[in-house]
Structures are given as C-alpha cells and as structure tokens.
C-alpha cells in the first residue's frame, strides 16, 4: 500500500479531512485537522481521489485535542472529538460554503457564523443502536465493518447510557433499538423487528417499550407510547416513530432562526411542510394569522394534533407534500419545510416552486442536499438571501442549516 506525506488543508463533507498529493490528486484523511503535516498509508484509489488511513501526526495543529470516548475512531457516531470546538464550527462553516458553491453553484452565499450549540457535550436525548450479539447494543463500525457494543457514549444522556448498560435483548429479527429519555426524565425504548408481530417483552426497572412499524408508526408494548420534549418551554408529545430532535438546545436554535426569517406580522397565512410533531408549527402559529401543515406520518399528525390544541389557527393534513401541496392555492406569502435529510424529492421542489411563496424557508440537516435543492430553486426564479448553520450535533460532521429564499 502507498504511502504518502501530506499537508492537510480543509475539511470535507462527511468528516474527512483533504490533502493533496502529486498530479493533483485529492486524499481524504480521517481524524486528521487542517493545518497538520501527516503521514498516511492510501487504501483505496479513483481516478482523480483516495481514501486513506491517518498513520502518524508530524506536525499537529493546535486545535488537536484528546478526545473523551474510548470508542472514539473506531465506533462511527462522533468524527470530531480530536478537535476543539472553535476548530469544528469553523470547518463546518467551510463545509457550508463548499457544498453550497460547488454542488449548489452560490459562489458567494450570505453565510453566517455557525451558531454553537450550548450544550456540546451530553446533549443527545436519544441513541439509535443494532444488535451486536451477545445480547449487547451498539453502532456500526466503518472501520471494524460490523456492530460493536458501545460502554460510553459521552455525546448521549447519561441516563440513556446508563439505560443501554441495563438492557439485555436477544430478539429474533431485531434491526435497531431506539433510546429516548424525555422531559420528564421518563425513558421509552422503541425496537424495530422484521415483522410487525409484536415480542413478549419485560421490563424490572421502569421503561416504556414500543414496537415501531415499517411504515414508522408505532404501539405501545409497556407503559406510555410516546415521550415528552420540551422545546422554548413548551411541552410536545413525540411518538416512538416520529423525528424527534436530538438536541433540545439546538432545536431551540432553529425555532429562532426560522421565527427571524418569517418576520411575522400576525397576518401572513403560512404553509408549513414536514411538519413532525408540530415543534415548528407551534411557534409560527403563535405569529401568523393561519397556518396549514403538512405531514404523512399519522403518529405525527396525532401527536402535533395534541400539541396544538389550544390553537384554532392551524389546519393539518395528512399525506405526501408531492400530493397535498398542489391542491392548494397558489400565492401564500410563507412556505417553510424540514424534510429528512435527503431533502425534496424533485416533484416535491416542482410542487414548491409552483405554489410561488414569497418566502421560502428551508431547515436542512444535510447540506449536499439543501445545494442540490436550491439549485432547483435558483432555477425555478428564487433568490439566496441567508443560511444560517447551527450546530445541532456537536463532535459529529453534521450541520443543520436554516436558509431564507425569496421569489424574484
């Protein structure tokens, strides 16, 4: 296997950091920080990039820390625990600006300094695991290339650590075991098995348990089905199957960025797509004159149904943006979506761009798909105005962003 020394020189989406090596070619190291001289052993090659593998730090940066987890470049969750915290905003800024410019083609984009999250560490209210025998949990190792079982987890809820340590599962067929503490402090399990026919399960300690469906909705197997988050002090019921936000700080965060965009007046009507549980819907009912939602999953319907019970502003219905959001009038004055993090299907962008907000707000948890989508939007007559980055899952590479498009 080759062996190279590089200068490191910028971060790449997904965690890596990139050097370049003779005739150009463009290596993407691991765990490595832009400014550091390294030594590294390619393990696979392309035509014009390589992957490698970090053998040696020769000149390491300043911002190179210890990271804090024992299962730290080998479990695949955190990709920034070697780095401070000022060194990961600012790569994730760059991020930002690259795949904006390169796959969105923004040259120039309104990018602001990424907002930080006040909690960087233990923020993580619930941990998505897989079976990795013996009854254990854990996350899957792109370097072991299989599921190993995780001891700490310092970027999670103690609680929910502590939780993981007390469970022992060997469930035919299980895929993936969710771990949610709420609010209240009460702890609810949800487990995704092939199948939908629900196991007999116990719990000796108190846990709710849910089984989630295939098609994301869920029932309930021990004590309550859902959890409470608490958002802007406000409480929202969230189904097992439902997104709910990893951390409540960041969540926070967005609330306020997508309020600042929206500059509601009390007399705008507002289409709000992807709604969840309503954490958006919520806060923009409170300044618009109506505001219609839209969302597919019918835990999330019922859920946000709850949540906004006392407001007689919002209407809400249930199906695909692709089908729902042509059947509306034309014109409304504030569009906002939060879809997943493959971002708008294309029909979803031509339903957009055909209802003609004058205003489209974006929250994006991926920013190679939000480049992706507002090329469609610049295409379709919609002009940039602002992205806002907020750290929504420190030590990790990814970014949210809430971006303001206006019609020309």
Known sequence: MEKITLDITEMAHGGSAIGRASRGRTIFVPLAIPGEKVRVQVVSQKNSYAQAELLQVLQPSPERVTPRCQHFAVCGNCHFQHMSYEAQLAAKENVVRD??????GFKSANVQPVRPNPEPWAYQVEMV????????????SPVKREVIAIEECPISRPELVALLQDIELDLPGLRKLSLRIGDDEALLAAIEVDGVEPPELEADFPVSIAIVLPDKTAASLVGDFYSVQQINGRDFRVSPGVEM???PTAAALVVETVLRFAALTGEENVIELYSGAGLLTAFLAEQAAEIVAVERNPDAVADLTVNLDELDNVSVFEGAVEDVLPLMPEGVEVMVANPPAAGLSRKAVTAVTKAQPTQFIYVSSDVATLARDGRSLAKAGYRLVEV?????????????????????
């Open 388 to 408: 806002q980055p907020i750290d929504g899952r420190p030590q990790t590479f990814h970014i949210e962003t809430v971006s303001l498009w206006t019609r020309a």
């Open 245 to 247: 936000a990893l951390s």
């Open 99 to 104: 795949q904006l410019a390169r796959l969105g």
């Open 129 to 140: 695991l897989s079976p990795a025998g013996n009854g254990r949990l854990g996350y899957w």
